[in-house]
């Protein structure tokens, strides 16, 4: 079979084009990949996810925080969970940052019944471009 320089061409444009496309987008999930979750009393909360960088992530999640929020946490390709008691949401809780979002939410929850949680449950979870 003889294909013709010009299909030849288009077909090679088109394989340019698409990895031109494809590394674009890994790019940009690699760029905006940072995570915060701001961490009060009382089951408050703020989170934010695949933000430019660290500082940027950490002030949008403090932003979002309905109270005071001093525990910080952050994450980079990778998921966070949040666990309070609740039985008493202004007693115990747990937090976790791991690769995977099921890891994360495991350990949050083991981490709230370690401090002395009786009906832990996950308040939050957030994972970024790559978690």
Known sequence: MIVSTAVAQ?????IL??????????LVSETWAAGAFAIGKCGA???????????VALA????QCKGN??????????????????????GAHGYAVKPRISSSLNAATRKCYEFGG?????????????G
Do not use: H
């Open 45 to 55: 909360y703020g989170q934010a996810y695949d933000y430019p960088a660290e500082n």
């Open 118 to 130: 009786k009906e832990c449950v996950i308040r939050a979870w957030a994972c970024d471009a790559k």
């Open 17 to 26: 084009a698409l990895t031109l496309v494809l590394g674009a987008s890994r």
């Open 69 to 90: 929020c001093p525990t910080t946490v952050t994450m980079k390709r990778a998921c966070a969970a949040f666990a309070v008691d609740m039985a008493n949401p202004c």
């Open 60 to 63: 949008a999640a403090r932003r």
């Open 10 to 14: 288009r077909r090679a444009l088109c």
